[in-house]
Antibody, heavy 122, light 110 residues
Framework: DVQLVQSGAEVKKSGESLKISCKGS????????IGWVRQMPGRGLEWMAL????????AYNPSFRGQVTISADKSISTAYLQWSSLKASDTAMYYC???????????????WGRGTLVTVSS | QSVLTQTPSASGTPGQRVTISCSGS????????VNWYQQLPGTAPKLLIY???QRPSGVPDRFSGSKSGTSASLAISGLQSEDEADYYC???????????FGGGTKLTVL
């Protein structure tokens, strides 16, 4: 089965750093882009960034560029999303998802992780 | 405010057909394909429609998608109680050079 398994919930304080993970299995991890999606409490979905694990090429939503860093370790089929200094407004559910389309113009996420809840207190 | 506009809510009774719309622009829906996601309460989103009108395996044919110009629609026929969920449209945006989601439509089955 194709799966994306995300790391567990995190509770942090403002100013702390954090790195959450997303491990792929059941497919060739280096052949598909992986993305991250934010969902703030009671709100909709927001596309954050993409990474191609084979060469670590990235694409960022301008709203998130400089706020988070996406990375991947293809040797362990794992993608990451990290913050250097969390804010209370980063409190949200974060989903990783596999990019299923052949090119950006046909972008869609066909496999999703279950999400990692990040809670940041001030 | 999302670049893709969806009506915030929709409703129908069991067995009915409902349509959810998604309005965009030439830089997103007008030039790229549309996909739709279903998010049941407390769960991760699930891909429902891709490439405007294609269903992944396992998605019932009660769900169908269409696109015309800079707008797209998701139709659900034979509405069932388990269809009560949030539905999001999405597309690549050439101006943003990234993906975008609609604001979501909360579907209530009365």
């Amino acid at each position: 089965d194709v799966q994306l398994v995300q790391s567990g919930a995190e509770v942090k304080k403002s100013g702390e750093s954090l790195k959450i993970s997303c491990k792929g299995s059941g497919y060739s991890f280096t052949s598909y882009w992986i993305g991250w999606v934010r969902q703030m409490p009671g709100r909709g979905l927001e596309w954050m960034a993409l990474i191609y694990p084979d060469d670590s090429s990235t694409a960022y939503n301008p709203s998130f560029r400089g706020q988070v860093t996406i990375s991947a370790d293809k040797s362990i089929s794992t993608a990451y999303l990290q913050w250097s200094s969390l804010k209370a407004s980063d409190t949200a559910m974060y989903y990783c998802a596999r990019f299923g389309g052949p090119r950006f113009s046909n972008w869609y996420f066909d496999v999703w992780g279950r999400g990692t809840l990040v809670t940041v207190s001030s | 405010q999302s670049v893709l506009t969806q009506t915030p809510s929709a409703s129908g009774t069991p067995g009915q057909r409902v349509t959810i719309s998604c309005s965009g622009s030439s830089s997103n829906i007008g030039s790229n394909t549309v996909n739709w996601y279903q998010q049941l309460p407390g769960t991760a989103p699930k891909l429902l429609i891709y490439n405007n009108n294609q269903r992944p395996s396992g998605v019932p044919d009660r769900f169908s998608g269409s696109k015309s110009g800079t707008s797209a629609s998701l139709a659900i026929s034979g509405l069932q109680s388990e269809d009560e969920a949030d539905y999001y449209c999405a597309a690549w945006d050439d101006s943003l050079d990234g993906g975008i989601f609609g604001g979501g439509t909360k579907l209530t089955v009365l």
